[in-house]
């Protein structure tokens, strides 16, 4: 990651006035990216929703998963399947992608990962 993305990460974290979006490429990648994103604040503790990987369903009609992007800020993990589905529902309607920090992880990914 470039030293401005972290930069930008660390002050999302420590004003907390952020939603933190991961997008990753393997489902399982979320999680200690995650983890690694919380213990930059040590000895502080992320007091909002932490979601390890949230997944969008566009037939449900209540969307409760993306609620949290309407409230206080959350730190979530995303597939990137899901990811532009989230993107148009959500940021479209609410305008809150000013207020969410976007780490893709899929451009870190190398050439031969699958």
């Not at 993305?5 to 990648?29: G, H, M, N, P, R």
Request: aromatic content about 10%.
């Amino acid at each position: 990651m470039p030293v401005e993305e972290i930069v930008a990460l660390f002050t999302a974290l420590l004003f907390e006035q952020k939603s933190i979006l991961v997008v990753c490429q393997d489902k399982y990648d979320a999680l200690p990216v995650i983890t690694s994103v919380l213990s930059l604040i040590y000895p502080l503790e992320w007091a909002f929703a932490v979601v390890p990987l949230m997944k969008h369903n566009p037939q449900d009609e209540d969307n409760t998963e993306m609620e949290c992007f309407l409230g206080p800020p959350a730190i979530m993990g995303i597939h990137e399947s899901q990811f532009q589905t989230m993107l148009d529902e959500v940021f479209e309607k609410d305008c809150k992608k000013t207020e969410t920090l976007i780490i893709d992880l899929r451009k870190l990914y190398g050439e031969g990962y699958d």
